[in-house]
């Protein structure tokens, strides 16, 4: 039985799933890629927003307010 055959979802390259270090990539600059993706907000997963709260520095630290 031959190796499943998949593409790496960065690149596209063809990669044997069985053999390669980094799967789903092909590589860890592929692997990179992506997290860097994530991380800038470019990827997401959908769902509902949720409103962001601001807060001031005296909601986290209740001593630093002005008296």
């Known amino acids: 039985m031959s190796p499943a055959r998949v593409k ?4 596209h390259r ?3 799933w069985d053999t390669a270090p980094f799967r789903p990539f092909c ?3 592929c ?3 992506d997290l860097g993706a994530w ?3 470019q990827r997401a997963i959908p769902g509902e927003s ?8 005296t909601d ?4 630093k307010r002005d008296t």
């Open 31 to 33: 692997r990179l890629i």
């Open 60 to 63: 986290e630290y209740p001593e």
């Open 39 to 41: 991380l800038s907000e």
């Open 50 to 57: 949720v409103p962001q709260q601001e807060k001031s520095i």
């Open 8 to 11: 790496c979802p960065t690149c």
């Open 14 to 16: 063809d990669l044997d």
């Open 27 to 29: 590589s860890e600059r």
